[in-house]
T-cell receptor, first 114, second 115 residues
């Protein structure tokens, strides 16, 4: 039972383009939505996170858009660079449990061509 | 260097063998967890701990045991390895009150192959 569904599974973008990764969740009690970035041979690392009381959060070239009514959120990478090539995971959690049970999406392998 | 240290990085086991994957963190994090990563399935929670002496099951606990005798260490034990446990295993930790700001700190993973 996958509570967080992520798409697409893989994405190829040209340098300078916009990368968009989408996630949908089922549990309306989720209240913390992070995105993690993983490079080959490394563990995932927190990229950006959002709480459902805001509809958008931007950090540099990375933006999370959140649609509470649709139970969807997405990651936008503006001006994509070859160094952004990595696997991206969305996740969701309940803060009431100290953020202890992150549920991850399936992952998106992003390739940015030079 | 502060962080999460996992050992070994690579391991090949025969079916039925047992082993322990080690995880240690030096950040005084309360929360520690084990995930397995399989292609197309993301990261799935195996077991987690909210403090020394406290552990609980995650999404896929069968075939794995854990204990948390100290704040720093959270070993994962495979009692009788099966080919279905071939995966990349990640340990993660967090300071629960800062998880929104700092997220989880992941180790670099253990790639396990069961033949």
């Amino acid at each position: 039972q996958q509570q967080v569904k992520q798409s697409p599974q893989s994405l190829i973008v040209q340098k300078g383009g916009i990368s968009i990764i989408n996630c949908a969740y089922e549990n309306t009690a989720f209240d913390y939505f992070p995105w993690y970035q993983q490079f080959p041979g490394k563990g995932p690392a927190l990229l950006i996170a959002i709480r459902p009381d805001v509809s958008e959060k931007k950090e540099g070239r990375f933006t999370i858009s959140f649609n509470k009514s649709a139970k969807q959120f997405s990651l936008h990478i503006m001006d994509s660079q070859p160094g952004d090539s990595a696997t991206y995971f969305c996740a969701a959690s309940l803060q009431e449990t100290s953020g202890s049970r992150l549920t991850f999406g399936e992952g998106t392998q992003l390739t940015v061509n030079p | 260097n502060a962080g999460v240290t996992q050992t070994p990085k690579f391991q090949v086991l025969k079916t039925g063998q047992s082993m322990t994957l080690q995880c240690a963190q030096d950040m005084n994090h309360e929360y520690m967890s084990w995930y397995r990563q399989d292609p197309g399935m993301g990261l799935r929670l195996i077991h987690y701990s909210v403090g020394a002496g406290i552990t609980d099951q995650g999404e896929v606990p069968n075939g794995y045991n854990v204990s948390r005798s100290t704040t720093e260490d959270f070993p994962l034990r495979l009692l009788s390895a099966a080919p279905s446990q071939t995966s990349v295993y990640f340990c993660a930790s967090s300071y629960s009150r800062e998880v929104l700001r700092d997220g989880y700190t992941f180790g670099s993973g253990t790639r396990l192959t069961v033949v």
